[in-house]
């Protein structure tokens, strides 16, 4: 009975030292871990604290960077004291167009309308990043607003309005040399030379963008691309006047090659040995093809030919009444390049693509004939 009485009082004790035991390490945990919540809800707080500091901070650094530009702005476009009419806004060419069209003259009306001819955006790398170009692939076109820098009266524009002589109306190919004003057309005679188009989006590599469809001359300076978005750019039931809707006035009746013009064009080709935008000869004269499809002289040279820029026996250029005030989107690039003529009466007018000189008759019924390309004096700014 001893021996049992101690064995239980044995057991009893050490089943007694056992809760005692958990009983103090539970609460040592309980204790610990209150500190340690009360720790990390102090911690907490702090960071809200500090974080609600450099909020607050920045909402103000926002509105006073708002209000200096705000300001800037204001100082930008209020007309300064030495030159009271103007006002001034931050813009500068952001790409330099490389196109098929060496000169104005051929160059398309209007985008789409040749959809051969291509050109390239060259974008300034040390304003246009790469990046930036990112995601343009995925639009099929993409508008572009640019500068009419090729105008023959931009001198006019730094002039004040008294002294300028602007021209409120143009005159319009589709009627037939009529006036029109200005805002209705889509002359690039304007008060402000800034020129839209849309273009077809073939390529994105680095900082080129290879387009189709142009209307763009090389060398054109672009101040902005954006993407054309079918949505919103498309208006259905959109109203234009009847004279812009008569298409059949510049079409011409056929477009034929003389024998010897392709094997001219290979050589030509072989000649100036720079990259081309077009793979082949052959792809090249359908170019030309499309080109000549619209009638591209000027009012005055298809209601009166024989009576403009005549190129006379002894070389001697003379212009007979064409009146370059009154058709200032008449102009050729260096006055008389457009069109020449020899004793025999028929006039031969010339297209620079590529800065290649092709040359062409049109008959009084609308027939083209190209008839030879040679090597033009004027070499696009790609080829220098």
Sequence with gaps: MGAFDASSKWLTFSITLAVATISASAAISVHFWGRKTIHTNEK?????????GSLEKCAAERQGRIRAQQALRKSLTQPSSDNSEFTSYPMIPIAIVRSCFSTRNGTPRQPLLVPLARACLVFDSSRVPPASLEGLEDYSHCWILYVFHLNTDLEKLWKHPS????????????????????????????LCPIGLTVAKVEVVQGNKVLLSGVDLVDGTPVLD??????????????I???????DSLLDVASVTFSEGFPSALADCRKIVGKKSLYASPDEFQSLVKQVLSWDIRSVSQRSRPHNSLVKTEDGETVDHALDLDNYPDEASD???????????GDIIYHLILEGLDVSY????????????????????????
Aim: proline letters at 8%; charged letters at 25%.
């Design 361 to 384: 008759r049109v008959d009084s019924d609308g027939h083209v004939l190209v008839e030879e390309v040679t090597l033009s004096s004027h070499q696009p700014n790609s080829n220098k």
């Design 163 to 190: 002294k300028s002589k602007f021209k409120a109306k143009v005159r319009v190919p589709r009627l037939k040399g009529g006036r029109m004003g200005v805002f209705a057309t889509r002359s690039p005679h304007r």
């Design 225 to 238: 691309v954006k993407p054309y978005l079918p949505y919103c750019d498309s208006i259905p039931g959109a």
């Design 334 to 344: 260096n006055g008389f390049e457009q069109v020449s003529s020899f004793l025999s």
């Design 240 to 246: 234009v006047p009847v004279w812009v809707k008569v």
């Design 44 to 52: 907490i707080r702090k960071l809200e604290l500090s974080l609600k």
